[in-house]
């Protein structure tokens, strides 16, 4: 499994491409929200998730990639404006207190 997180401002409107899969992301500013990456050897979606979409990637080999996402609570910030721009910030279990290796989506200002 891999782990996507992202921090309510680092959000910047955009348009929605149809094709796209969206994660729900809550406008609050308490809550870090995270897209686990999972390969299954099957078609079968993995139990007791929350998948973005009912629809997987197969792959070549037979394997195939699921997204889920889930909502963890953080400690609340303080508002602040859309981000000039946003920095991957890797996270490792070796390195971090995560459960699997992913990245965090953070804001970045500048001036």
Known sequence: MFAIGV????LLENR???KEAVAVVPDRWDALTVVNVLMTEGDQPPRDWDLVTTDSLPLSNGHHIWLGSNVEQIDAGEPEPAPDGNIIQIRDPDDHDVAC?????????IG
């Open 7 to 10: 921090f309510r401002n680092c």
């Open 16 to 18: 929605r491409v149809e």
């Open 101 to 109: 290796p992913g990245f965090l989506l953070r804001p970045i200002n």
